[in-house]
């Protein structure tokens, strides 16, 4: 029996062209064809991967139906990972309890309104690793070891890392922000830095 990743996959080969899913823009319908959809699926594995996500982790999402859900379902799952709808409508109490019950340790949240839920009850929730937004009209950070990146930030992550599993540096230059894997750090006159080579740089962000 196949999974569902490899039955999505089968489908985006089999019908590269056909729209996968449609999504309301200005007024008017727009098409996601299967092979974009496939792509920017592929993308988002890669980067949860560099995130650290893997088989067996509970990661949980609590957002609307939008394709940005579907997106980090079929990631989530191509990972191997065990996925955990949360529905919207839920009250940050009885959001605590699904995401302590199932062990939750990464959370993509939908918006500002999902997000503020989940500010409630962080403090008490001592597996989460991460949280993963899709669009926040302000970001506030979580506090503690816990981390917050968009979803952008994780797709740049997955662009600029993989081509057909091969690593690929990415083109730095002075004054960027970046996000790296490995480097050394230095501290010099009490000021820190971090030496890094080029081929440890997962994304430029800005």
Do not use: C
């Amino acid at each position: 029996m196949k999974t569902i990743p490899q039955q999505f996959v089968e489908t985006a080969s089999r019908y590269p062209k056909r729209p996968a899913l449609k999504f309301k823009y200005h007024g008017a319908y727009i098409g996601l064809s299967f092979s974009e959809l496939a792509r920017r699926v592929s993308v988002l594995a890669h980067g949860m991967r560099s995130l650290g996500i893997g088989a067996g982790e509970r990661v949980a999402i609590l957002s609307e139906n939008r394709t940005e859900w579907v997106r980090a379902d079929l990631a989530s799952m191509t990972l191997g990972a065990i996925v955990i709808p949360v529905h919207t409508t839920l009250s940050p109490q009885i959001i605590k309890h699904i995401l302590l019950d199932s062990g939750t340790t990464r959370v993509f949240v939908s918006d500002q309104i999902q997000y503020n839920k989940l500010l409630r009850i962080v403090d008490e929730l001592p597996e989460l690793k991460t949280v993963i937004y899709f669009s926040l009209d302000h970001p506030e950070h979580l506090g503690g070891s816990k981390e917050l990146i968009s979803l952008a930030e994780v797709m740049a992550v997955g662009e600029g890392r993989y081509d057909d599993g091969v690593l690929i540096p990415m083109n730095v230059k002075v004054g960027d922000t970046v996000i790296f894997q490995w480097g050394d750090k230095l501290t010099v006159d009490g000021e820190e830095y971090w030496i890094v080579n080029e081929g440890s740089v997962l994304a430029v962000i800005k």
